[in-house]
T-cell receptor, first 112, second 117 residues
Framework: KQEVTQIPAALSVPEGENLVLNCSFT??????LQWFRQDPGKGLTSLLL?????REQTSGRLNASLDKSSGRSTLYIAASQPGDSATYLC???????????FGKGTKLTVNP | GAVVSQHPSWVICKSGTSVKIECRSL??????MFWYRQFPKQSLMLMAT?????????EQGVEKDKFLINHASLTLSTLTVTSAHPEDSSFYIC?????????????FGPGTRLTVL
């Protein structure tokens, strides 16, 4: 059974700092991995999707990497801003299945 | 990008009543929709997969007679929580898969906060 773990559970940084969020998964036979952002009481906003054959994806100040063999992904946020404050969720889908398995998320607070 | 809406955004009901939540794909036709539940400080847990024109597939431990799912059209799926109890209070989120998008990407609705008194 696939399990997704995100470390740390919470992170507080000053504005302007670069930071890394971590995601690990137990079964490396994934189809893709997605990073989402969730604001309090809101739905999910997709940030980046990495196919199992890819090593990284970039969008603006965000860069996500994937090391499928070791079961790890990182989300790098450059020059953090207070507007980046949210919970970041990592989710994986298994090969042949549309189901997403989510981690518990990392709650990020960027202080002005 | 693809847009998914949910209605209502929040609902409060008395114990024993039934509540219906709608999930709509606004700018694409979704052959498959998913229903998730999220408890405070927990991750999203998949409840069921809803396929247009057929019965939903429920995850282990989810009561199909309690959580009724109907996917009557390519743009609408509904989740009905029957005989709701306080322990059903949660944040319910739906997602939809656009079959024309590569990589099985799912697009999520804004969620519905259910509070059962």
């Amino acid at each position: 059974k696939q399990e997704v773990t995100q470390i740390p559970a919470a992170l507080s940084v000053p504005e302007g700092e670069n930071l890394v969020l971590n995601c690990s998964f137990t079964d490396s036979a994934i189809y893709n991995l997605q990073w989402f952002r969730q604001d309090p009481g809101k739905g999910l906003t997709s940030l980046l999707l990495i196919q199992s054959s890819q090593r990284e994806q970039t969008s603006g100040r965000l860069n996500a990497s994937l090391d499928k063999s070791s079961g790890r992904s990182t989300l790098y946020i450059a020059a953090s801003q207070p507007g980046d404050s949210a919970t970041y969720l990592c989710a994986v889908s298994q090969g042949g299945s549309e189901k997403l398995v989510f981690g518990k998320g990392t709650k990020l607070t960027v202080n002005p | 990008g693809a847009v998914v809406s949910q209605h209502p955004s929040w609902v409060i009901c008395k114990s024993g009543t039934s509540v219906k939540i709608e999930c709509r794909s606004l700018d694409f036709q979704a052959t498959t929709m998913f229903w998730y539940r999220q408890f405070p400080k927990q991750s999203l847990m998949l409840m069921a997969t809803s396929n247009e024109g057929s019965k939903a597939t429920y995850e282990q431990g989810v009561e199909k007679d309690k959580f009724l799912i109907n996917h009557a059209s390519l743009t609408l799926s509904t989740l009905t929580v029957t005989s709701a109890h306080p322990e059903d209070s949660s944040f319910y989120i739906c997602s939809a898969r656009d079959p024309f998008q590569v990589y099985n990407e799912q697009f999520f609705g804004p969620g519905t906060r259910l509070t059962v008194l």
